[in-house]
T-cell receptor, first 114, second 110 residues
Framework: GAGVSQSPSNKVTEKGKDVELRCDPISGHTALYWYRQSLGQGLEFLIY????????KSGLPSDRFSAERTGGSVSTLTIQRTQQEDSAVYLC????????????FGQGTRLTVV | GENVEQHPSTLSVQEGDSAVIKCTYSDSASNYFPWYKQELGKRPQLIID?????GEKKDQRIAVTLNKTAKHFSLHITETQPEDSAVYFC?????????FGGGTRLMVKP
């Protein structure tokens, strides 16, 4: 595809359920980032993947959050036992690995936990 | 890790006036500083960026300045227009890790 693609665009889930959010980065982009954006707030870093290196998970807010990236391409962010405070827009971005490479964002997944 | 501070959090200007948004960063290894604009309900998009070997860059009405010694960089928008109203994010990259500031909500009043 031409850009970073995220699915689903919107997700409404019941408190306590698990959800999976998907990100398809731009082909050839080895760096992939997940951010969370609550309504009217900034971009909260969650996790970063670079090629085959171990991901930087320092931003994950709790052990209910996990992410993986298969084959260096598609990434899935999983939230277990969702809570109402998990409601936010989850944004994925990807870039090439060289310094000064622009990061492109997906359109985001709006998660609502009811 | 890197820490990026952005000020102000909100900025209201009259159409035609200039707007300045400032960011500071902590990691001296950071060498790439992009600025993103996020319109309501849309994804952030790059509007301008600067690399550490350059002190200033300009693109029409927007410009960015970088002071590596002081570890701060700024976005300048001249002759603001209502369509400039959005949230602006600065970021700093050390290695491949991209860290964002908290964002500035710019409102341009017609």
């Amino acid at each position: 595809g031409a850009g970073v693609s995220q699915s689903p665009s919107n997700k409404v889930t019941e408190k306590g359920k698990d959800v999976e959010l998907r990100c398809d980065p731009i082909s050839g982009h080895t760096a992939l980032y997940w951010y969370r954006q609550s309504l009217g707030q900034g971009l909260e870093f969650l996790i970063y993947f670079q090629g085959n290196s171990a991901p930087d998970k320092s931003g994950l807010p709790s052990d209910r959050f996990s992410a993986e990236r298969t084959g260096g391409s598609v990434s899935t962010l999983t939230i277990q036992r969702t809570q109402q405070e998990d409601s936010a827009v989850y944004l994925c971005a990807s870039s090439r690995s060289f310094a000064g490479s622009e990061a492109f964002f997906g359109q985001g997944t709006r998660l609502t936990v009811v | 890790g890197e820490n990026v501070e952005q000020h102000p959090s909100t900025l209201s200007v009259q159409e035609g006036d200039s707007a300045v948004i400032k960011c500071t960063y902590s990691d001296s290894a950071s060498n790439y500083f992009p600025w993103y604009k996020q319109e309501l309900g849309k994804r952030p998009q790059l509007i301008i960026d600067i690399r550490s070997n350059v002190g200033e860059k300009k693109d029409q009405r927007i410009a960015v300045t970088l002071n590596k010694t002081a570890k701060h960089f700024s976005l300048h928008i001249t002759e603001t227009q209502p369509e400039d109203s959005a949230v602006y994010f600065c970021a700093a990259r050390a290695g491949n890790m991209l860290t964002f500031g908290g964002g500035t909500r710019l409102m341009v009043k017609p």
